[in-house]
């Protein structure tokens, strides 16, 4: 059976790389179309393209989306593009072309809906990553991932992911920038997609190419990702945590109140006792909260269940 396999590669001023990229994946996987999203590129990125698609005799196309931001440029290629296998690349050079076919593999078998090339069991990524803080903030969002779905994932910001059609047609992006990635992770463990990695090898930007990436500015939006996903996902628990802190600030607070009851058999501290009363009713409100959106969840994955089951006919 013949699959249709596209590849994406979203593109933001890349006109230093992108003629290169065209042409490895191409030579990789020459029955693949390429799909180059053009995300308001200042440069000649969309004209090389276009050249060099032309030149080659690739199909595919550049696709404009004008709203900025990785997730974004996703977003129209997963609306526009119908096929049974989708490949994701960045048009930086970073990526081995040559390994596209081994991460296609588990998914044309049914073993995986969704492949992601895993940078740093290798060491590749520590390598060549010249930003440590960046580093730092892909470990940092890693451990609290898999702590929080009690996963074991190597790398959770992988550029290089293959999924199949399944995956992609029941996958909403709301995220618009780089924090794409992260909430791919996310979905698909909160949805229970098989997850593989296979480990890759990663080689920083070429001379002359710059990273869009901003550390910092990123790295807060991925967290807050995070923190949306956590409280989308987990409500319970995000809610639960915030009732218990309520419960022990309320407590805490106390103490003194309780001090003047055993001993004076008399309340001092009224705006102590005040305050405590007011920490242990938000706390009461709090898990409410949590419990109804917990329901509302639950009744939510149900149906994502059922749409999953019938979403072929």
């Known amino acids: ?5 596209a590849i994406i590669l979203p593109a933001y001023n890349e006109e230093v790389t992108i003629e290169s990229v065209i042409i490895e994946f191409n030579a990789a996987l020459p029955e693949a179309e390429i799909y180059v999203i053009n995300n308001n590129s200042k440069d000649r990125t969309a004209e090389i393209a276009r050249s060099t698609l032309s030149n080659i005799g690739c199909k595919g196309s550049v696709i404009d989306e004008f709203q900025q931001g990785k997730g974004n440029a996703m977003r129209r290629a997963f609306l526009d593009i119908d096929v049974d296998i989708y490949v994701l690349a960045d048009a930086d050079l970073t990526y081995p072309a040559g390994r596209v076919r081994d991460l296609i593999a588990p998914v044309l078998s049914g073993q995986a809906d969704m492949v992601v090339g895993d940078r740093h069991s290798g060491g590749h990524y520590s390598e060549q990553n010249k930003r440590s803080l960046h580093g730092f903030g892909n470990e ?18 992988s550029g290089y992911r293959v999924f199949n059609r399944k995956f992609v047609k029941n996958y909403p992006i709301l995220v618009a920038g780089f924090q794409i990635e992260t909430e791919l992770t996310l979905h698909a463990l909160d949805k ?3 997850i593989m990695e296979l480990e890759i090898e990663y080689v920083d930007r070429p001379e002359g190419s710059y990273s869009k990436l901003n550390t910092i500015a990123d790295g807060v939006k991925v967290i807050f990702t995070i923190f949306h996903i956590f409280r ?7 809610y639960g945590f915030i009732s218990l802190m309520m419960v022990i600030t309320g407590v805490v607070s106390a103490i003194p109140v309780f001090h003047d009851w055993i001993a004076y058999r008399y309340i001092y501290h009224v705006p102590l006792a005040i305050l405590a009363t007011a920490f242990e009713i938000i706390a009461v409100v709090t898990i409410s909260i949590g419990l109804i959106l917990d329901s509302i969840s639950h009744q939510e994955k149900m149906n994502y269940e059922m749409r999953l089951l019938s979403w072929r006919s």
Do not use: A, C, E, G
């Open 192 to 194: 229970r997609f098989r």
């Open 1 to 5: 059976m013949t699959h249709s396999i």
């Open 232 to 238: 989308h996902y987990k409500p319970l628990r995000f």
């Open 140 to 157: 940092l969002v890693k451990k609290m991932i898999n702590m929080f779905f009690q996963s074991s994932l190597k790398d959770i910001m």
